[in-house]
């Protein structure tokens, strides 16, 4: 019966060992995952941080195209409003508003 019972206590023993390695092994598995997921959280995050910076650059270049965009077209304005008159004499005229000097030939 002593026998019986110290081969019921040995594999108790060795279940407990084995359950204890296999929480050991599971404890390993999960600090290995966190620690792939708190990398992959921080690539995403300094790739997010990426994508906001590049947006807001292009939302700079976006406003800088729009303001040329409008002084061109204040310009051409500018230039589309030169009144030729027939005459003979050339005139050069100063437009203070765009600094720009310009020549208006006019015509006979």
Same mark, same amino acid.
């Given at each position: ?13 060795? !279940? ?6 296999? +929480?050991? =092994?599971?404890? %390993? /598995? *999960?600090?290995?995952?966190?620690? $792939? ?16 910076? !590049? ?6 270049? +976006?406003? =800088?195209?729009? %303001? /040329? *965009?409008?002084?061109?077209?204040? $310009? ?26 310009? =020549? ?5």
């Amino acid at each position: 019966m002593y026998l019986e019972l110290e081969k019921e206590r040995n594999a108790s023993a060795t !279940a407990a060992n084995e359950a204890m390695g296999m +929480i050991a =092994r599971l404890q %390993e /598995e *999960k600090a290995a995952v966190l620690m $792939e997921a708190r990398q992959f959280q921080q690539v995403v995050e300094q790739k997010s941080m990426h994508d906001q910076e !590049a947006i807001e650059g292009l939302r700079e270049v +976006i406003v =800088r195209i729009e %303001e /040329e *965009k409008r002084e061109l077209e204040e $310009e051409n304005e500018f230039y589309r409003s030169i009144e030729v008159t027939p005459c003979a004499d050339r005139r050069e005229h100063m437009c203070s508003k765009h600094d720009v000097a310009y =020549r208006t030939f006019l015509f006979c």
